[in-house]
C-alpha cells in the first residue's frame, strides 16, 4: 500500500523546545513538499525537494525553521524554537519523476502532523 | 506568483443536490490537481487533470487551460462529501512548484 508516511501524527510542546516531524515519501518518489495548514493562511509551501536537494524554501521563516533530506526515504522538518504561532498542521506530500515541465505525475499527501505550541 | 482562486468560498447543499465548483488560475500550468480534505483532515486525490475532462463515479471535473479554469462537479450529493475541496496548481516554468487555492468548503445536509 503506497502512502506518504508521516510521524508523529499529534505533537504537543512547550513554547521554545525543539519540534522534529519526519516524512517518509511514496518509494520511488523524488519530489517531496512541506506544507503548513492554518485556518487563517490555508495550505502554505514551507519547503520543496526534488531528488534531496532543496529547490525552493522561500516560504519557510529560516530563522527557526530548517528542512532537510537525509535520504531519499526520510525528510524532517525542525523547528527550533517552537512559538504558539507554529501551532497548525503540518503537511509532506510527495510526487513520482518525472515531477517538471514535462512530467505527467500527481502529488500525494501524508495525513499531517497537527503541532500544538503552548 | 501564480494566483490561484477558488469559488464559492462555502457552499450548503441538500443531499442529492448537484454543484459546481470553480478553479480560476492566473498563469500557464502543467499540472492542475483536485483534493477532497475530509472532516478528519486527510487531504484525498480526487483528479490530476491538466486539461480535459475526466469523470469518476458522482464526481466530473474539466480544465480547460486555456482560459484558466477548471470545474469540478458534484452529482446526487452525499453526507459523506461534505468538507474542502481543493484545486492546486503547477505553472509551465520555474520551480515547479504546487500551488493551492483557497478552497471551497461544502457542507451536505442529510
Known amino acids: 500500500d503506497a502512502r506518504v508516511t508521516q510521524t508523529p501524527r499529534h505533537k504537543v510542546t512547550e513554547m521554545g523546545q525543539e519540534v522534529t516531524m519526519r516524512c517518509q515519501p511514496i518509494?520511488?518518489?523524488?519530489?517531496v513538499f512541506w506544507y503548513r495548514q492554518t485556518m487563517m493562511q490555508g495550505l502554505e509551501l514551507l519547503a520543496y525537494f526534488r531528488n534531496r536537494a532543496p529547490l525552493d524554501d522561500s516560504g519557510m521563516p529560516k530563522d527557526r525553521f530548517s528542512a532537510e533530506m537525509p535520504d531519499a526515504t526520510l525528510a524532517t522538518l525542525k523547528i527550533q524554537p517552537s512559538e504558539p504561532r507554529d501551532s497548525a498542521v503540518y503537511f509532506c506530500?510527495?510526487?513520482?519523476?518525472?515531477?517538471?515541465?514535462?512530467?505527467?505525475?500527481?502529488?500525494?499527501f501524508g495525513q499531517g502532523t497537527r503541532l500544538t505550541v503552548v | 506568483g501564480i494566483q490561484v482562486e477558488q469559488s464559492p468560498p462555502d457552499l450548503i447543499l441538500q443531499e442529492g443536490a448537484n454543484s459546481t465548483l470553480r478553479c480560476n488560475f492566473s498563469?500557464?500550468?502543467?499540472?492542475l490537481q483536485w483534493f477532497h480534505q475530509n472532516p478528519w483532515g486527510q487531504l484525498i486525490n480526487l483528479f490530476y487533470i491538466p486539461s480535459g475532462t475526466k469523470q469518476n463515479g458522482r464526481l466530473s471535473a474539466t480544465t480547460v487551460a486555456t482560459e484558466r479554469y477548471s470545474l469540478l462537479y458534484i452529482s446526487s450529493s452525499q453526507t459523506t462529501d461534505s468538507g474542502v475541496y481543493f484545486c492546486?496548481?503547477?505553472?509551465?516554468?520555474?520551480?515547479?512548484?504546487?500551488?493551492f487555492g483557497t478552497g471551497t468548503r461544502l457542507l451536505v445536509s442529510p
Open positions: 498563469d500557464s500550468v502543467n499540472n
Open positions: 506530500a510527495s510526487g513520482s519523476p518525472p515531477w517538471g515541465v514535462r512530467g505527467n505525475t500527481e502529488a500525494f
Open positions: 492546486a496548481v503547477r505553472r509551465n516554468t520555474g520551480f515547479q512548484k504546487l500551488v
Open positions: 518509494l520511488g518518489h523524488n519530489t
